[in-house]
């Protein structure tokens, strides 16, 4: 038998939480608002988020 040692999870940090959940619930939205988006375009909008955040 093989012992294997738990990897520390990845930190990350409350806003970066926050937004995720944020835009998980904006798509959530979206879908029962019947919109949709294309990835490109989604892509961009995450692009344009990160470059306002700097």
């Given amino acids: ?11 990350t940090s409350d806003t970066a939480k926050l937004e995720l959940y944020r835009l998980i619930g904006e798509g959530y939205k979206a879908l029962q608002d019947g919109r949709t ?3 490109e375009e989604v892509r961009e909008k995450v692009e344009q988020r990160r470059k306002e955040r700097g």
Avoid: G, R, V, W
């Avoid at 038998?1 to 990845?10: F, H, S």
């Fill in 37 to 39: 988006s294309t990835l």
């Fill in 1 to 11: 038998m093989l012992a294997i040692k738990p990897q520390p999870a990845k930190e």
